[in-house]
């Protein structure tokens, strides 16, 4: 019942507005979102002209010195404004991406958590964020000499975001450009435009300049114009490996940071081995490998447990994704909905049933229903198979065994990619050496990789991408530093 409840409210947002130079605005044609767990039509919105794209970048080029100059007051009353309205919307915004994303309700609510602190936090380091005062005399030749370092926008910064976080990873693009003075041009993805839309909406409530923002529903060919555009210096994209990698060769001569996808580890370390240790390791697991159906850059995809605890952890990990309940997203009690896209769950498929020829066992799961996949272990699968070697994007969970930490921990770097790792270990030497060792932009010692707090910086080494978000890390991306130095002091 409360399933059905929460279903008929999820919302229906009939030709949403879109942002251009922070003004609302419709474009050409219909942009339909549909409900990944049943197809229906749950919004539309339209699509950006090529003269509304020209008007927005025009805008954000032409309001940059006034943004570079805004008081850190301002900044930080906009981005305190945003998130004191997301959090008095929050039931609506949850549904909303919910609606447009397949999420199940409780990660959406989440979602929304972590939106408000993100612009709460970004209020905080507007405050704060001032530069440095570096004495030069510690050369004889630069006596009474100090310089000062202050921290200049960039230029304008374009924000691509993807489907999976359709509100808290635009607000990781919006709230630190706000932050610096930076004015920013949004191009959400085209599956779930709808929360930045919103989010646009509450912009457009403040006191910024006008044409500091703007949010652009476009289709993935017109992105690139916006790529290629000079007077957006700045391009910051989270999405997959081989569309950052195009747009890095688009464009060399541009700072790009980029977000890429992993396929992130857990380790359970030989000393995590009593009876409470494996427990709470499969739940963690088990909910951290499933949630929002495995669709997030730090899911976790491979498992390494040492070989004396292989045999009463995997019955216990089985035991836990069994418990996990899959169905409506709008139902408040779901862990699990579906995919984004029935062709999202057919790929999943045809990995997992690849990994099977291969050799591999499914120790649970493996059987799809249109875009819903059910949460799947599989053991003894080759390391070269997709669903082991590449980003699987879906509830999906590969376990071996490894003879000590040390080989796990090579195993976890035998990767293209490098975002998080968990290790799982009571030993301060055990979480160091894993510290030294791991190939990852962040280790996560007792729990899963999936971890992130918003302010610290958050990214990845090899494929999972260049350079770092997390509030203050995205603020200095998009600043340059600028030496005035001071002579006879
Ligand atoms: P995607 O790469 O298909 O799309 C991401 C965005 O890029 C969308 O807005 C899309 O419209 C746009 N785009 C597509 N083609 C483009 C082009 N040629 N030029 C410019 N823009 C273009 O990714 P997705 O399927 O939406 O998202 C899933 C991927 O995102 C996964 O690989 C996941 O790991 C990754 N991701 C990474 C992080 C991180 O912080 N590292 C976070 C979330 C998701």
């Known amino acids: 019942a409360a399933g059905q409840a929460a279903g008929s409210r999820l919302l229906r947002v009939e030709s949403a507005a879109f942002y251009v130079a922070s003004r609302p605005a419709h474009g050409e044609g219909e942009l339909t979102v549909h409900h990944p767990y049943d197809g229906r039509a749950v919004g539309r919105t339209t699509l950006a002209t090529t003269d509304q794209v020209e008007a927005a970048v025009a805008a954000a080029a032409g309001v940059?010195?006034?943004?570079?100059?805004?008081?850190?007051?301002?900044?930080?009353?906009?981005?305190?404004?945003?998130?004191?309205?997301?959090?008095?919307?929050?039931?609506?915004?949850?549904?909303?991406?919910?609606?447009?994303?397949?999420?199940?309700?409780?990660?959406?609510?989440?979602?929304?958590?972590?939106?408000?602190?993100t612009f709460r936090w970004a209020a905080e380091e507007a405050r704060r964020f001032s530069g440095e005062l570096q004495?030069?005399?510690?050369?004889?030749?630069?006596?009474?000499?100090?310089?000062?370092?202050?921290?200049?926008?960039?230029?304008?910064?374009?924000?691509?975001?993807?489907?999976?976080?359709?509100?808290?990873?635009?607000?990781?693009?919006?709230?630190?450009?706000?932050?610096?003075?930076?004015?920013?041009?949004?191009?959400?993805?085209?599956?779930?435009?709808?929360?930045?839309?919103?989010?646009?909406?509450?912009?457009?409530?403040?006191?910024?300049?006008?044409?500091?923002?703007?949010?652009?529903?476009?289709?993935?060919?017109?992105?690139?114009?916006?790529?290629?555009?000079?007077?957006?210096?700045?391009?910051?994209?989270?999405?997959?490996?081989?569309?950052?990698?195009?747009?890095?060769?688009?464009?060399?001569?541009?700072?790009?940071?980029?977000?890429?996808?992993?396929?992130?580890?857990a380790v359970i370390c030989e000393d995590w081995n009593t009876d409470e240790d494996l427990t709470y390791a499969a739940h963690r697991i088990a909910t951290f490998a499933n949630y929002q159906a495995g669709q997030s850059c730090i899911a976790v995809q491979r498992v390494y447990v040492h070989e004396w605890l292989y045999d009463a952890f995997l019955p216990r990990l089985v035991a836990a994704v069994q418990e996990l309940r899959t169905g409506d997203p709008s139902d408040e009690l779901t862990d699990v909905g579906p995919l984004v896209s029935e062709e999202a769950a057919r790929r999943v498929e045809a990995w997992v049933d690849e990994a099977v020829t291969a050799g591999a066992t499914i120790e649970v799961g493996g059987r799809r229903e249109g875009a819903t996949y059910p949460p799947t272990v599989l053991t003894g699968v080759p390391a070269d198979a997709r669903v082991s070697a590449e980003e699987v994007f879906g509830p999906v969970l590969v376990v071996a065994r490894v003879e000590h930490d040390r080989a796990a921990f090579a195993a976890v770097n035998d990767s293209a990619y490098g975002l998080q790792a968990g290790v799982f270990t009571h030993r301060l030497d055990v979480a160091f050496a894993a510290h030294r060792a791991l190939e990852v932009g962040g280790v996560v010692v007792g729990d899963v990789p999936s971890y992130r707090a918003d302010q610290m910086p958050y990214g990845g080494v090899k494929g999972s991408g260049v350079g770092r978000e997390g509030l203050r890390s995205a603020m200095e991306d998009y600043t340059d530093p600028r030496v005035m130095v001071l002579t006879g002091v």
């Open 135 to 265: 004495r030069l005399d510690t050369d004889p030749t630069a006596t009474g000499r100090i310089a000062l370092v202050r921290r200049a926008p960039k230029g304008p910064v374009l924000g691509i975001t993807p489907f999976n976080f359709p509100l808290n990873l635009v607000a990781h693009k919006v709230a630190p450009a706000v932050a610096v003075g930076a004015p920013i041009v949004v191009k959400p993805a085209p599956a779930t435009p709808l929360s930045a839309l919103l989010l646009g909406e509450l912009l457009a409530e403040t006191d910024l300049p006008e044409g500091m923002f703007s949010v652009l529903p476009l289709p993935n060919e017109r992105a690139a114009e916006l790529v290629a555009d000079p007077r957006l210096p700045v391009v910051s994209f989270t999405g997959s490996g081989p569309v950052g990698a195009a747009i890095r060769r688009a464009v060399p001569d541009k700072h790009v940071t980029l977000e890429l996808g992993g396929n992130a580890a």
């Open 64 to 117: 940059a010195a006034e943004a570079a100059a805004l008081p850190a007051h301002a900044r930080a009353a906009a981005l305190d404004h945003v998130s004191r309205r997301l959090a008095e919307r929050a039931d609506e915004v949850a549904l909303l991406i919910t609606a447009e994303g397949g999420k199940p309700l409780k990660w959406a609510r989440a979602e929304v958590g972590r939106a408000i602190s």
